[in-house]
């Protein structure tokens, strides 16, 4: 089983509309799950992160996380077409910096 | 805003050769971490750096690799005999801490790509 795993996609999704990707991973010792965006040949952006159960909102990206499914997700509302890019999660157990990343979601918003 | 610097932004070598990568991470950061991302595959840890230690490092960090913190403000990762299979692109990440899960964040720097011909 994968640590971390995503659908590698394409998700495509029309201008406008909400994109929704999700990311599972198998540590239960999980405790810090961010999203970053990587553009083609780009590092990792950060987009944001998310340690408690529920949502956490920023902007038009809201990070979901639900720790007894192993499951976290983001929702990017009002997709332009600029956040076509690939999609990454990454996760991290407490008091280690070692980031364990998927492979990515490659998301395409069509005009 | 501050940001983690990596040069160059392309390397090529050849195979056996010694390559050093360099990167300056955030000023006030204490975290430091390499990656690689083969190309078309994830982001993999390499190794991560802490007080002029190795405080974790993975199962590709063989001996072949090593880093180090040669003054205040670089950190660099240093392949002593390229392979073929080094080909890749390598990020630099820094974080301020480990212990605040409320705010950590780990920022890249825009990577080094590698290529051993």
């Known amino acids: 089983q994968k640590e971390v795993e995503q659908n590698s996609g394409p998700l495509s999704v029309p201008e406008g509309a909400i994109a929704s990707l999700n990311c599972t991973y198998s540590?239960?010792?999980?405790?810090?799950f961010f999203w970053y965006r990587q553009y083609s040949g780009k590092s990792p952006e950060l987009i944001m992160f998310?340690?408690?159960?529920g949502d956490k909102e920023d902007g038009r990206f809201t990070a979901q996380l639900n720790k007894a499914s192993q499951y976290v997700s983001l929702l990017i509302r009002d997709s332009q077409p600029s956040d076509s890019a690939t999609y990454l999660c990454?996760?991290?157990?407490?008091?280690?910096?070692?980031?364990?990343f998927g492979q990515g979601t490659t998301l395409q918003v069509k005009p | 805003e501050p940001e983690v610097t990596q040069t160059p932004s392309h390397q090529v070598t050849q195979m056996g050769q010694e390559v050093i990568l360099r990167c300056v991470p955030i000023?006030?950061?204490?975290?430091f971490y390499w990656y690689r991302q083969i190309l078309g595959q994830k982001v993999e840890f390499l190794v991560s750096?802490?007080?002029?230690?190795?405080?974790?490092k993975s199962e590709i960090f063989d001996d072949q690799f090593s880093v180090e913190r040669p003054d205040g403000s670089n950190f660099t990762l240093k392949i002593r005999s390229t392979k073929l299979e080094d080909s890749a692109m390598y990020f630099c990440?820094?974080?301020?801490?480990?212990?605040?899960?409320?705010?950590?964040?780990?920022?890249f720097g825009p990577g080094t790509r590698l290529t051993v011909t």
């Open positions: 990440a820094s974080s301020a801490h480990l212990d605040k899960a409320d705010s950590y964040e780990q920022y």
């Open positions: 540590d239960r010792g999980s405790q810090s």
């Open positions: 998310i340690y408690s159960n």
């Open positions: 990454a996760v991290r157990r407490w008091n280690t910096g070692k980031l364990i």
């Open positions: 000023s006030n950061h204490l975290y």
């Open positions: 750096f802490y007080n002029n230690e190795i405080s974790e």
